[in-house]
């Protein structure tokens, strides 16, 4: 069984949503998934009112940005169909979106011009990624998913289910995997690695040979991001706990700098 059934592409026709657009297309491949592309004309019954000739281009140009990725997807044997919604309001329709279609994996770009990317990776990047059921896939442009290395990046809590997503990324795309846990102080090592011994254990149980498990002090989110760049990872993945104390540190400020500092890809996971 697929990891990811049903991906959902969130794209404003950007130049920076042309690597999430082709990582999307990449994923649906490896994993057999179907893609749902959606775009949001931004609009309120005033403005549409006002300049209706407006309102209808815009339209038309989602409408063309999301036929040309369809397009694309059909090219690479993937099953898509498209989605246009109107909102004043942008993250509320992906969140209504993803859990009308039964989505498991949103896609998005970094730095987008237009509100929706300014939205997912502004001050409320983790509101937006807490709201939604699924998990979340954050594209840079130019980033590209390979199979180069896998970083999982976890703290004390329990992420054996972030895990075994991991395990199968890894198989699909034939990755090592390194499971790191930042810690501040040298006193905070001891119970962390018991913490990364155990997810290792689950990596193991999976299938996944190549594997490194490591404690690191320093700073959270730069030191994540730092060791995936040593590594040569073109991937990060991250837990998203939801409801719990470890919320605002994975999903506030952590993940926030994770995702603007990494050069490569970043996977929220829901757990």
Not at 78 to 100: D, M, N, Q
Not at 116 to 130: H, M, P, Q, Y
Not at 224 to 246: E, M, P, Q, R, Y
Request: aromatic share 6%; glycine share 6%.
């Amino acid at each position: 069984m697929t990891i990811f059934t049903k991906i959902l592409l969130a794209t404003d026709g950007s130049e920076y949503i042309v690597g999430a657009e082709r990582e999307a297309i990449n994923f649906a491949k490896i994993c057999n998934s179907e893609i749902c592309i959606m775009s949001v004309v931004l609009s309120n019954s005033e403005y549409d009112k006002l300049a209706p000739k407006l309102v209808k281009q815009a339209e038309q140009d989602a409408i063309n940005c999301m036929d040309l990725v369809q397009n694309n997807a059909n090219s690479a044997g993937i099953k898509s169909y498209t989605i246009l919604r109107h909102s004043e309001y942008i993250y509320p329709e992906i969140v209504t979106t993803a859990k009308e279609h039964n989505i498991d994996l949103i896609v998005v770009g970094r730095r987008g011009k237009k509100g929706l990317f300014k939205l997912l990776l502004g001050s409320r990047t983790a509101e937006v990624i807490n709201h939604v059921h699924c998990s979340v896939l954050v594209i840079p442009r130019t980033a590209e998913i390979k199979g180069k290395h896998i970083l999982l990046a976890v703290d004390n809590s329990n992420h054996d289910e972030v895990a075994k997503i991991t395990a199968k990324l890894a198989k699909y795309f034939n990755a090592p995997v390194t499971v790191i846990t930042v810690v501040h102080t040298e006193f905070s090592k001891d119970n962390s690695e018991i913490g990364v011994a155990r997810i290792c254990g689950v990596l193991q149980t999976e299938g996944i040979e190549k594997l490194i498990g490591q404690v690191v002090v320093g700073k959270y989110a730069e030191t994540i991001v730092k060791i995936a760049k040593n590594l040569s990872c073109d991937l990060i993945v991250v837990g998203n706990h939801g409801h719990t104390s470890f919320k605002n540190f994975w999903l506030g400020s952590v993940s926030e700098k994770v995702i603007k500092l990494a050069e490569s890809a970043v996977l929220v996971v829901r757990n």
